[in-house]
T-cell receptor, first 110, second 114 residues
Framework: KNEVEQSPQNLTAQEGEFITINCSYS?????LHWLQQHPGGGIVSLFM???GKKKHGRLIATINIQEKHSSLHITASHPRDSAVYIC????????????FGTGTRLQVTL | NAGVTQTPKFQVLKTGQSMTLQCAQD?????MYWYRQDPGMGLRLIYY???????DKGEVPNGYNVSRLNKREFSLRLESAAPSQTSVYFC?????????????FGEGSWLTVV
């Protein structure tokens, strides 16, 4: 079993829909990152969380440390949100070493 | 401000050839990383450098060597390329380490070993 599991693996939505991507992890962590990878490969950091909730524009990330679970929400989705979204965790005690999920491929259609 | 720059973007190698992937960051970051990304798998850490002059093995270091030439540059060398090293390689950097700081990635290097 992978230490970081994301669901769903693939997601298709229509423009305007509310989207949720989930990340569950099985180890103790000190931080969790959400990343976005666009077609063509570039990876951009969206959020870094250690507790609670963060919001940036139409993106919201939450984390529940007790349940070992994080969610990434996209409100009013748009075709430009089409990308692979990757969750990565920093295991407690493993300084600088992130463990990555395999990603959720999101396609938003008109 | 270029961020993290890695070269080359695409490379085809024959089995047994050697090559070096170059990475440079202009954000004065202490930590730099090399990852590989394979279909159906998450990014996996090959090597990282917590500061200038130090390097440590990651999850999949076999077949690779690294050099932290200075604070800006962190290169990845394949001494004798194998088809199993066909992958997309990403260099990344962060100020102190992945836990508390945003991590910045290069655009990726697509390597094919035939």
């Amino acid at each position: 079993k992978n230490e970081v599991e994301q669901s769903p693996q693939n997601l298709t939505a229509q423009e305007g829909e509310f989207i949720t991507i989930n990340c569950s992890y099985s180890v103790g962590i000190s931080a969790l990152h959400w990343l976005q990878q666009h077609p063509g490969g570039g990876i951009v950091s969206l959020f870094m969380l250690s507790s609670g909730k963060k919001k940036h524009g139409r993106l919201i990330a939450t984390i529940n440390i007790q349940e070992k679970h994080s969610s990434l929400h996209i409100t009013a989705s748009h075709p430009r949100d089409s990308a692979v979204y990757i969750c990565a965790v920093l295991n407690t005690g493993t300084a600088s070493k992130l463990t990555f999920g395999t990603g959720t491929r999101l396609q938003v259609t008109l | 401000n270029a961020g993290v720059t890695q070269t080359p973007k695409f490379q085809v190698l024959k089995t047994g050839q050697s090559m070096t992937l170059q990475c440079a960051q202009d954000m004065n970051h202490n930590s730099m990383y090399w990852y590989r990304q394979d279909p159906g798998m998450g990014l996996r850490l090959i090597y990282y450098s917590a500061s200038e002059g130090t390097t440590d093995k990651g999850e999949v270091p076999n077949g690779y060597n690294v050099s932290r030439l200075n604070k800006r540059e962190f290169s990845l060398r394949l001494e004798s390329a194998a088809p199993s090293q066909t992958s997309v390689y990403f260099c990344a950097s962060s100020s102190r380490g992945g836990n508390l700081d945003t991590i910045y990635f290069g655009e990726g290097s697509w390597l094919t070993v035939v």
